[in-house]
């Protein structure tokens, strides 16, 4: 990559306690970043959102993605699917936010659509010669879900979600996360490049430092993985997802397993997704990239339907909401100064910690993704 001096890239691939980071240009560089969105974003599967965050038909959502502007949409048949949010006539996009709708109404020439994507009301053309219908319906998105998780892909070639996963679900089986409930999102515009995001979340050396006024030094083991993830534990036998001087209202999930018991799983699921998932809720890290040096960054919290529905619920689940976001904010404020450093003339990448050992992972993950590296 001409962007990434080879020099550099070999430091950066030595074995871990001889191995410095990425050089600047890995994060500063726009043609890096078009390398990126050819052959990362618009490759692998995305995070899009949970299922139940559309719980009637009608309901949809719209979000902003690396290929362009899409719609989760809950059909009438109760069906979840995932369209190209804009007008089939001439683009204009359809819907924004979230809500709920009996038809999608084009703002523009009012072209008016079905929950399922097929074409209702299109005024005034009935001379257009060919015109078929059928084919003018919504652009469909592929999508796959786990366990109420919705993952959408560019790549039609791309191998299913499943095997994207690995052995994750595995790993997180007797979380039963397919029983949660989101209750809470929060979003973050980062002055800093999307690598950074992930990077930072694959550590606890920086925990002491950066959360010295939240969740503090921790400890983490990393643990075997198969599939497109990473995963490191942070040891705690109670659950993290609070500051440490509260105590987690609410009770650990029956049934976990015995590694499970041991902390919080902290996940990077290639190529910008991190599910965090504690004893007794989950929330998760997704990042769009949208420039080298800009990225949107959604926080959304889970937990159990069951502790959902308790009448103190909303009073307890407001300390992790609370700890999600100022540890999260924590993070951007310092990832936003390094991303500064990163564009000085001066910067030459630095050695590595062995607690760094994911962070080293974690780029040459992307590394190996671009050609010519
Ligand atoms: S762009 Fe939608 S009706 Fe014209
Ligand atoms: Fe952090």
């Known amino acids: 990559m001409t962007d990434l001096a080879q020099d550099s890239l070999a430091a950066a691939q030595a074995p871990l306690t001889q191995a410095k980071s990425m050089p600047a240009g890995f994060y500063t560089s726009e043609d890096i970043f078009t390398a990126e969105r050819q052959n990362i974003l618009l490759k692998h599967w995305s995070f899009a959102g949970r299922e139940d965050q559309l719980p009637t038909p009608g309901d949809y959502k719209a979000i902003d993605t690396a290929g362009g502007p899409v719609v989760l949409l809950r059909g009438d048949d109760g069906q979840v699917r995932a369209f190209a949010n804009f007008c089939r006539h001439r683009g204009s996009i359809l819907l924004e936010g979230s809500g709920n ?3 999608i109404v084009c703002p523009y020439h009012a072209w008016s659509y079905f929950t399922d994507g097929k074409l209702y009301g299109c005024p005034d053309m009935e001379d257009a010669e060919g015109f078929d219908r059928v084919e003018n319906g919504l652009i469909p998105v592929r999508m796959e879900t ?3 998780f919705i993952f959408i892909t560019f790549n039609q070639n791309a191998p299913g979600l499943a095997h994207h996963l690995g052995d994750l679900p595995g790993r997180m089986a007797s979380h039963r996360l397919g029983e949660m409930r989101c209750t809470w999102t929060l979003t973050i515009e980062c002055a800093c490049n999307w690598k950074l995001l992930l990077e930072n979340a694959m550590e606890t050396y920086h925990t002491g430092t950066v959360h010295k006024d939240s969740v503090g030094a921790q400890t983490s083991r990393t643990l075997k993985t198969e599939g497109q993830w990473l995963c490191l534990q942070v040891i705690s036998g109670r659950s993290i997802a609070t500051l440490p001087g509260t105590t987690p ?13 041991q902390g919080t799983y902290f996940t990077v699921i290639h190529p910008t997704c991190q599910f965090a998932v504690a004893q007794d809720s989950m929330w998760w890290l997704n990042v769009l990239p949208k420039a080298a040096d800009r990225s949107v960054l959604e926080v959304g919290g889970c937990f159990p339907q069951q502790v959902t529905e308790r009448a103190d619920f909303a009073d307890n689940a407001a300390a992790y909401y609370q700890r999600w976001e100022q540890v999260a904010r924590e993070d951007v404020e310092i990832l936003e100064r390094q991303q500064i450093a990163l564009g000085s003339v001066l910067y030459r990448p630095g050695p590595l910690s062995t607690r760094d050992d994911l962070v080293q992972q974690l780029s040459l993950w992307v590394l190996n993704q671009l050609p010519n590296h």
Request: aromatic share 10%; hydrophobic share 35%.
């Open 101 to 103: 709708c009996r038809r």
């Open 146 to 148: 786990w366990e109420g």
């Open 249 to 261: 209202a609410f009770p650990a999930i029956e049934g976990l397993d015995e590694d499970a018991r």
